[in-house]
Structure formats: structure tokens, C-alpha cells
């Protein structure tokens, strides 16, 4: 008999997930053809906000730092080198660089997952590879909470926000590009135990000076958005389009027909807790290793904000988060959603900046664009699926001075690493490898072993923990005699 375990859509609602940005896979044909039109679909978002106009007048972020916390980042990118200043990962139980539950120090938060590494060139790219970020000399400190599937849980991004509350006071905005499969109204502080925790370290954190923007999340919610963007302290950004590229589907969300600049994309959470907007698609970002990705999902918009923040920061140091805030909303372009008629500003980081220093700032390019080209893919966080047998392991009649093993393959038909833990219920039956980390359709090999310690008939479990959200435990029987 075999056990075909189905993952589901989404994990159960204790865990979170990457807020959905589409990362399509190298060397795919898709991607191919989004690459064609990045260069236009970062053009497009960039003006839109008016970055291009800051950079023009020399605030590019510089003396600010902006903490990240996502999936990591691969500093080692060209658009992302020597930005860094430092590293931490909370990624239990053993999924930080090292192995180990936390991890502090350079490498420590090495991305293996792609999401964070976008997220940190959105808002501090160099432009070597990709486009130029919108605050390109911004240090950041980044704290890698989310495995290599992009799953994370409240208590680790609670751990993410503290460690920077407690280690990094001189970070002014903090970025989480990250929310639960559980969608809420109105503000949720107070509501569970995790959403108290979010808003004590939200709160502590503009106690101190930073500004936690953190993505809506990408379900089509007209009146509910994810955990930490509903927390009333942080600052719920949405997305819009920055030009028209024709119809646009999020997979099983939702479709727009029509694309163009500032249209409130489908996929767009909101409610009365969202707070600004910006381009959530398409943006051209950096991709693991050395290359760029056409991208989409409200994750892009508040790393687009996060940056907008860190240029005003530098041209005034002396902004609160309330003031941060108050000046993002009365300068922006106020976006009406159709869904729910919530009017929400749009970032406008030329009318805001001009309103610090006093003056008009020239716009050296018109927004948006009206060419259409190749559209993003907006995709969830990668989901395993464990396939293998769950018949019965049986060792026959073995020797007391003999030992006998047998294989378990396990095969992962799902879209992202499998993670298996094994263990036995008998001390005379092992089990080897202790752990297996499988790939997208891929296989691993489990080795078990009996080796009697006196005759008789034994019977156990081989017992399996998966990253599988549909599968989480796995039994297998064991049995087994001991022959003197």
C-alpha cells in the first residue's frame, strides 16, 4: 500500500507564510519571456513612485539603516554586496546555515529560499545586475526567520523584531514582507497570544525610533489582512500596477482583466488597517546568485515603502514613525478601491521629499507606462508533498548475532524541500539517516535496521516528521522476530 499524502494550499493557521511574491524557476520558458520586459517593469514602478526623482537629487538612503527580516539574503549578489552590516537567524529547529536553531553573524543569514534576497534589492539595490533599488546606500541588518520553503511561524518573526529592538537601535525602518494564512479585520493587537506579542514588539520598536512596514498580503481580501500588517502600530502596505501589461491572473485568487498604473491589484488585501500603497507589480528584483526575476505580490510594495522611508529618513533624521507616517499619507496619490471604496494613498516619494526640504523636485521622468510586455507570476511559498509506502516493515525471523535492514524511499512530488526527522519507537531498530532534506521531485533513502537482543517477537513504529503541512507525522510499522 502506498501513501500519496496531498499537500494543502496553505499550512494550518498556527504557522505563517512568505507573503506571496512570484519567484519563477530558472531556466524555465516563462521566465525567459518576463525577462525580456524587466527593465520596462522596473522603469515603470520606479517613476511611478517618483524613486528615480530622489536618486536625481542625490538621497539614496544613505546613513539609514533598514532591518529585513524574511527568508535572509545571498550578500553575495552584485546588486546586494557590502550592504550588509549584520546577521542573525531564528529558524528552528535546525534550519539557520549552520544547522542550529539561531545563528548569529556574517553567513548567518544566507538566503536558500529567494524571497528575502528580492525584498533587500527592492529597497537597497546597487543596480549592478538589476534595477537600482530605491534607497541604494541604506545598510541593512537582516534576520533570516523563514526556512527554504518560506515558512516561518509568529514566534520567529516576535524573535526577528526583538533581536533588532535589542541589538540594532540605530535601524530606523524594519521591513516584514511576511503574513499568516489567517486574514483579519480591523486591528488585531490583543486578539491571541502571538498578536499581543507582534504588538508589545511593534510598540517597543517606535518606542525607539523604527517603523515596521510589513505587506497585506496577497489573498483578495476586500475587508481583512494578514498578521503583522493588521497590528494598528505597523505601518499595512497594499499594491498597486505600475503600467498596463494586459490581463493579469494570480493563481487561485483571483484575475484582472485590465492592468495599468495605479489600479489596486486583485490580489491586494485591505481592510480599514491599510495604511499606503505602492508597486506591487510587475518589479524586476534580484534573484539567488547572480541574476534578476520579474516579480509581484504586496511583499515587493512594502519593501518599495520601507525604502521610500529610509530616502526621507536621510533628508530628515529627525522624523518619527508617526511623522514618517503622517507624511507618506498626505503627500501620496489617493487610490479608491473599487472592491470596498477605501481610498488609500499611493507613495509619492517626490511630493514627499519635496515636503521636508521645502521645494518642488523636478520629476526627470513621466510615471508609469502604457507599453504592455510579459507579466509576473505571483506564487505561494513552496509546499512538499511526501510520497512513499506505509506498508508494514517486516525483518522476518534474524539471529540473535545477525542484523537485517531494510529501505524506505521517500519521494517528494511536492514544489519545495522535504524535511524528514526519523526515529524509532525500539531500541533494537534504527534508523539512518536521523534526517533527510529532499528536493522537488526528488528521493531519499531511509536505512532500518533490526538487531535483535534476545528471541522473541517484537513489534514498533518507524515514526517520520515532515515539513509535508498534510502529512506532518508519518507511522510506519515495524515487526520483527529474534531467533536464538
Known amino acids: 500500500m502506498r501513501r500519496h499524502v496531498r499537500s494543502a494550499a496553505i499550512v494550518a493557521a498556527a504557522c505563517v507564510l512568505v507573503a506571496t511574491v512570484g519567484h519563477s524557476p530558472s531556466g524555465s520558458a516563462g521566465i525567459a519571456a518576463a525577462r525580456v520586459d524587466a527593465r520596462l517593469a522596473d522603469a515603470s514602478s520606479d517613476a511611478l513612485i517618483h524613486a528615480d526623482a530622489s536618486r536625481a537629487l542625490g538621497y539614496t538612503g544613505k546613513g539609514v539603516t533598514v532591518a529585513v ?110 503574513g499568516s494564512d489567517v486574514m483579519l479585520s480591523g486591528d488585531c493587537n490583543g486578539l491571541t497570544a502571538s498578536m499581543s506579542a507582534y504588538g508589545a514588539a511593534i510598540d517597543a520598536l517606535r518606542a525607539q525610533g523604527a517603523t515596521v512596514f510589513a505587506s497585506s498580503g496577497n489573498g483578495g481580501s476586500r475587508y481583512s489582512i494578514t498578521a503583522p500588517a493588521c497590528i494598528h502600530a505597523a505601518v499595512a502596505v497594499g499594491a498597486v500596477y505600475s503600467r498596463n501589461f494586459g490581463s493579469y491572473t494570480a493563481p487561485f485568487v483571483c484575475r484582472d482583466t485590465k492592468t495599468a498604473a495605479d489600479r489596486i491589484a486583485c490580489f491586494s488585501n485591505s481592510s480599514t488597517e491599510l495604511d499606503l500603497l505602492a508597486v506591487g507589480a510587475p518589479v524586476d528584483a534580484a534573484d539567488l546568485g547572480s541574476g534578476d526575476s520579474l516579480l509581484a505580490g504586496t511583499s515587493v510594495a512594502a519593501a518599495q515603502a520601507a525604502g521610500a522611508a529610509a530616502v526621507l529618513l536621510q533628508a530628515d533624521p529627525g522624523l518619527t514613525p508617526d511623522s514618517l507616517l503622517s507624511l507618506l499619507e498626505r503627500t501620496g496619490i489617493p487610490i479608491t478601491d473599487p472592491r470596498n471604496h477605501f481610498t488609500t494613498p499611493r507613495i509619492d516619494l517626490a511630493a514627499a521629499l519635496g515636503a521636508v526640504l521645502g521645494r518642488v523636485v523636478p520629476l526627470p521622468s ?51 524541500y522535504l524535511t524528514v526527522r526519523v526515529s524509532t519507537s525500539l531500541p533494537e531498530v534504527s534508523a539512518r539517516p536521523a534526517k533527510l532534506v529532499i528536493p522537488a521531485t526528488g528521493h531519499g533513502t531511509v536505512r532500518v535496521t533490526f538487531r535483535p537482543g534476545r528471541a522473541g517477537v517484537y513489534r514498533g513504529q518507524l515514526r517520520l516528521e515532515t515539513d509535508d503541512p498534510s502529512a506532518p507525522r508519518i507511522a510506519v510499522a515495524v515487526r520483527g522476530t529474534g531467533r536464538s
Open 366 to 416: 513621466p510615471p508609469g507606462s502604457t507599453e504592455t510586455g510579459a507579466a509576473p507570476t505571483l506564487s505561494a511559498p513552496t509546499v512538499p508533498r511526501a510520497d512513499l509506502s506505509v506498508a508494514p516493515i517486516s525483518f522476518g525471523s534474524v539471529a540473535l548475532t545477525r542484523a537485517v535492514t531494510r529501505r524506505l524511499v521517500v519521494r517528494n512530488s511536492g514544489a519545495g
Open 69 to 178: 527580516i524574511d527568508t535572509g539574503i545571498d550578500d553575495h549578489h552584485p546588486d546586494l554586496a557590502g550592504s550588509v552590516t549584520a546577521e542573525h537567524c531564528f529558524v528552528p529547529p535546525d534550519g539557520c546555515p549552520d544547522g542550529a536553531a539561531e545563528q548569529d553573524g556574517p553567513g548567518s543569514a544566507q538566503d536558500d529560499q529567494g524571497h528575502g534576497t528580492a525584498i533587500a534589492d527592492v529597497i537597497a539595490g546597487h543596480g549592478d545586475v538589476g534595477p537600482v533599488g530605491v534607497a541604494p546606500d541604506a545598510s541593512l541588518v537582516v534576520v533570516k526567520v523563514a526556512d527554504h520553503n518560506g515558512r516561518t511561524s509568529a514566534a520567529q518573526i516576535v524573535a526577528g523584531l526583538n533581536w533588532v529592538l535589542t541589538h540594532h537601535p540605530e535601524a530606523r525602518i524594519v521591513n516584514v514582507s511576511l
